[in-house]
């Protein structure tokens, strides 16, 4: 096992498009990292994602299993939701052994202190977030035949990702210089789908995304990079 440490986001994994680009260059990527440290996924990794008690999606089978591979290789998984994948259940504790944040993660890793959040909801109010992480919202969905509830899903995802273009990186930018001030080393943030890193002493990494620039954040010896896989 080597001690680097992989960040990913928005890759919006869906059955309805055609994505097979999309899918080998993210196959290729898991091949190339297996047997690292960690592996953090930023939120939006599926477009819609709802799973029931007794099932997930199959569309999703080979996507997960490729996970699965990379958690057999020793590499950590540990999953911040976004505003497209918040309904992810315990498939992914119980049965891939990765860990699961719905709130933005601090931690320490190689020496340096870490904020990671997905990014939505942080610089304004979401109507859309509001609604799909309403309990009472998830109590309707796991009544409803997972056919229609695709096709709900699928309209809010529309609707989730027409609001969250409208947030600019100068934003979350603002955030990340406060989170600096109080001691943080560095910053990561995906959801707008920009690659941008700004390194002045500490890091702001936007992570961009697997839909055009199939890009990625690396931390090595203490040092973060961002990537692009091709």
Known sequence: MNNKIYFVSDHHFSRTIKEEEKIR??????????GCEALFIVGDFFDF???YKTQIPKSYFSV?????????????????????DFWIGDFFTKQLGAQVYKKPLELTLQGRKFFIAHGDG????????????????????????PDIAWLIG??????????????????????????????????????????KHIHNNKDFLLLGDWIKYFSYG????????????R
Do not use: M
């Open 25 to 34: 260059k993210f196959f290729e990527f898991i091949e190339h990292i297996k």
């Open 64 to 84: 997960l299993n490729a996970l699965w591979e990379l958690k057999k290789s020793g590499t950590q998984i540990h999953y911040i939701v976004g505003n497209h």
């Open 122 to 145: 942080l610089s304004k109010f979401d109507i859309t977030r509001w609604i799909l992480r309403n309990k009472f919202t998830i109590f309707l969905f796991h009544w409803i035949h």
């Open 218 to 229: 690396k931390l090595e010896c203490g040092k973060l990079k961002l990537f692009e896989w």
């Open 49 to 51: 994602y709802f799973e």
């Open 154 to 195: 699928r309209l809010t995802s529309k609707l989730s990702s027409k609001t969250g273009k409208v947030v600019k990186w100068e934003k979350l930018y603002d955030i990340a210089e406060q989170k600096f001030d109080i001691g943080f080393d560095a910053v990561i943030f995906g959801h707008i789908h920009i690659p």
